[in-house]
């Protein structure tokens, strides 16, 4: 194994898209950012150099940081933010994982544009458990505002209600067509009879993808840096901060082939349907150029498309890589996710939308959860977060008559190396949405998924113990559950929250104390040296 050095810079630049030029935060002077590939059982040391007049951390979103929670990145859970002018060095070793995962800036609304790809390859000698691919190509999918994306957040937490929408989707850095302006759009480059392993991410802030290419098969092999079992599909579905690996085999006839990235809301209250295209083109294709091949657009309700993308992802559970789903549950959480309206003194119409667990809507603190902890420092947060709703309603029929949530600086406890099954509820309260929870420091599987009022009595009995698909990031429907189970063998303060910037900024979020364990290498070590200070 090796140790593997970067350096990411983060400064402003000015940056033309959609016929609008705006002063971006970015990191290396590049949108999407520079690439960070390393291979399983590296170490990589990662030096981020403040530049700009933002308070900035990075999150490696997917690593699992075993012994290494100080470099997790989230601001005000395991660190301060790195001030203007300063500096920080991420250190941390990729332990039994590899793929596709992202780097992304984990303060305010920043990983708009501060993002990034990580690639993890297999130890050296080890091949794919898939047909190896000719070429490697990355995708990273974002959304792009023409106004300033920091104000775009301000004004909505100054109203109190949704931001305003994204005006496009990128894919590498590129917005599709807009009316008023054309652009060039991004182009998948291929050889006639190769295959290509696409590694797309899903970095927009607030938008769910479907992603699929006109006239081909994808077969996706990898979902958040684990092997799933190769399947076919047309359409694939990513949520923010979700990876997807897929072989493309240009198989077709030479010419141009349409790429569709177009959002899923299940109960659109907003409009967002602006679908962004890219162009897959043969090399070779004759001149003039033959019209592009057209595909059909999902529509902007395409459930059913995503619950099959969904129950179709399965663990490989081979010899090689075991499928170590825990069989027994310690602490049995369940989870309801609501928005409700609170009072708000500074908003203009008196009431602030919030979104809670379990009714706690949570409060970032000012100082670094993990540096309270680890130095028993009094009064940043309590560890009362309620393993249940105080109150028990029907989650998925009409909502409760008073929908003020509780804030609060909350977290549960996990004692080292227990074992945590999760039920995350949604409801259909005031916005409708599927939520992408993501967890911090672990991987989890995702052992059961419906529609309607989870029952704990029957429906445990379908959940997969077998094969689940193991991930970092998964949609809690809309009116539906989902259950995930995973070991806290890694101590140290981890985040959980939805993906969509916008519900973290209202409040979905909690975190878990996973406390340290008794033996050498189950305990937290120290801070390292540089650690920003708040
Ligand atoms: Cu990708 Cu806490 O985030």
């Given at each position: 194994s090796l140790v593997r050095h970067y350096k990411l810079s983060v400064v402003l630049k000015n940056t033309t898209k959609l016929c609008t030029t705006k002063s971006i935060v970015i990191v290396n002077g590049q949108f999407p950012g520079p690439t960070l590939y390393a291979r399983e059982d590296d170490t990589v040391v990662v030096r981020v150099t403040n530049h700009v007049k933002y308070n900035v951390t990075i999150h490696w979103h997917g690593i699992k940081q075993i012994q290494t929670g100080?470099?997790?990145?989230?601001a005000y859970v395991t660190q301060c933010p790195i001030q203007p002018g300063q500096s920080f060095v991420y250190n941390f070793t990729i332990t039994g994982q590899r793929g596709t995962l992202l780097w992304h800036a984990h303060i305010t609304w920043l990983r708009a544009t501060v993002h990034g790809a990580i690639v993890i390859l297999p130890k050296r000698g080890i091949p794919y458990p898939f047909p190896k691919p000719d070429k490697e190509k990355i995708i990273i999918l974002g959304e792009w505002w023409k106004s300033d994306v920091e104000a775009v957040i301000n004004q909505a937490s100054i109203s109190g209600l949704p931001p305003n929408i994204s005006d496009a989707h990128t894919i590498n850095g590129h917005p599709g067509q807009v009316p008023g302006c054309t652009s060039q759009g991004y182009t998948l480059h291929v050889e006639s009879g190769k295959t290509y392993l696409l590694r797309i991410i899903?970095?927009?802030?607030?938008d769910e993808l479907f992603f699929k290419i006109a006239g081909h098969k994808l077969t996706v092999v990898e979902a958040d840096a684990s092997y799933v079992k190769p399947f076919e599909i047309d359409t694939i579905f990513l949520s923010p901060g979700q990876t997807t690996n897929v072989l493309l085999t240009s198989?077709?006839?030479v010419g141009k082939y349409l790429i569709a990235v177009t959002p899923f809301m299940d109960a659109p209250i907003g409009f967002d349907n602006v679908t962004s295209f890219a162009t897959l083109r043969y090399k070779n294709t004759r001149q003039p150029y033959p019209k592009t091949i057209l595909t059909t657009i999902p529509a902007l309700n395409a459930t059913p498309l995503t619950f099959h993308f969904i129950d179709s992802l399965r663990s490989l559970n081979s010899k090689d890589y075991p499928t170590r789903v825990p069989l027994t549950v310690d602490h049995s959480l369940f989870f309801v996710i609501t928005v409700g309206l609170n009072p708000c003194d500074t908003c203009l119409q008196g009431i602030k939308l919030v979104s809670a667990i379990n009714n706690i809507t949570f409060v970032m603190p000012t100082t670094s959860l993990l540096e309270a902890h680890y130095y028993k420092i009094?009064?940043?947060?309590?560890?009362?977060?309620?393993?249940?709703?105080?109150v028990a309603f029907n989650y998925t029929g009409t909502q409760p008559a008073n929908i003020q949530t509780n804030n609060g600086t909350r977290l549960y406890r996990l004692s080292f190396n227990s074992t945590v099954q999760i039920v995350l509820q949604g409801t259909a309260m005031i916005a409708p949405e599927n939520h992408p929870f993501h967890l911090h420091g672990y991987n989890f599987f995702v052992v059961g998924q419906g529609l309607g009022n989870f029952d704990?009595?029957?429906?445990?009995?379908?959940?997969?113990?077998?094969?689940p698909v193991e991930r970092n990031t998964i949609g809690v429907p809309n009116a539906g559950w989902v259950a995930i189970r995973f070991r806290a063998d890694n101590p140290g303060i981890w985040f959980l929250h939805c993906h969509l910037e916008v519900h973290t900024t209202w409040g979905l979020k909690m975190a878990f104390i996973v406390d340290n364990g008794n033996g050498p290498n189950e305990t937290l070590p120290p801070p390292p040296n540089d650690l920003p200070r708040c």
């Open positions: 100080w470099a997790d990145g989230p899903n970095a927009a802030l607030n198989n077709q006839i009094k009064g940043a947060f309590t560890d009362d977060f309620p393993a249940y709703p105080p704990p009595l029957k429906d445990p009995l379908s959940f997969n113990l077998v094969d």
